[in-house]
C-alpha cells in the first residue's frame, strides 16, 4: 500500500486532508469493509472534526474510487466484485507497464540505482518471519519497488494514477487474504523485472511487470470466487 500522502499541495496538511489520508488507510486495509454505510455523525465525533471537513474528504474519497455515493442515503465504502477486480488489475498493469517502458527509456543511473536498492530491500523482507509488523515493512519495501519502477517515466500524472490502482488493487489483497504468510508466492519474480530494467531490456522488462501483477489478480480472483461460495450465518 501507498504510504499515506495527506495533502496534494505543498504546505501544512488540512484538516480535511488528514481525515481523507486516516479513512483511506483504514479502507485499504479493510478496518471500512465494502459495503460499510459511512455514518457521518459517527464518524465526526470519533475523528474530532466538524462535518465540513469531514464531508470534504468523503469526496476526495469517492473521486478515488473507494467510497461510493447512494442516491438520498450518504455514502458506503465501495463494494468488491469480480468485474472491479478484473478492472483494476488491467488498469495497474495497463499504467504501470506504460511507465516502466518510459523509465526504461528516460531513467538515469540515480533511477537505476533506486531499482536496485528497493529491490535489495524488498528481498532482505522476504526473509522475515510471516507476522504483522514484519508484513506491514513488506508491504511498504513492495510499493517502494513498484514505485522506483515507474520513477523514472517523467510524468507526474502518471505516477500518481499508477499509485492509485496499485493501492485499489493492494485494498483487494488485505481484504482477500488476511494472513500474511499467505500474501506472497514463494517465487520471487520481482529480481528478474528489476535486471530487465535496468539492463534496458524494455520489452522483456514490461512482459515480466505485467505478467507479475496479471497471476497475482488470478490468485485474488480465486479468493474472490471462494469467498463467495462460502456459508453466510
Known sequence: MAPPNPASEPGKPTRASRVAAELRTEILRGGLGPGMKLNLDQLREKLGVSLSPLREAISRLVAD????????????????????LAEVVEMRADLECLALGLSIERGDIEWESRVLSTLHTL????????????????????????????????RASLIRLCGSFYDLNCRYMNI????????????DDHGPIAEAAVGRRKGLAVELLRQ???????????????AGQRPTA
Open 65 to 84: 474510487g473507494l467510497v461510493e455515493i447512494e442516491d438520498q442515503r450518504g455514502f458506503r465504502v465501495a463494494r468488491i466484485s469480480r468485474e472491479n
Open 123 to 154: 528481498q532482505r523482507m522476504g526473509l522475515e518471519r510471516a507476522e504483522a509488523r514484519a508484513q506491514e515493512r513488506r508491504e511498504a519495501a513492495h510499493f517502494a519497488f513498484h514505485d522506483a519502477l515507474v520513477s523514472g517515466c517523467g
Open 176 to 187: 482477500l487474504i488476511s494472513e500474511p504468510g499467505k500474501r506472497w508466492r514463494d517465487l
Open 212 to 226: 507479475h501483477i496479471v497471476e497475482m489478480g488470478a490468485v485474488l480472483a480465486r479468493h474472490l470466487a471462494d
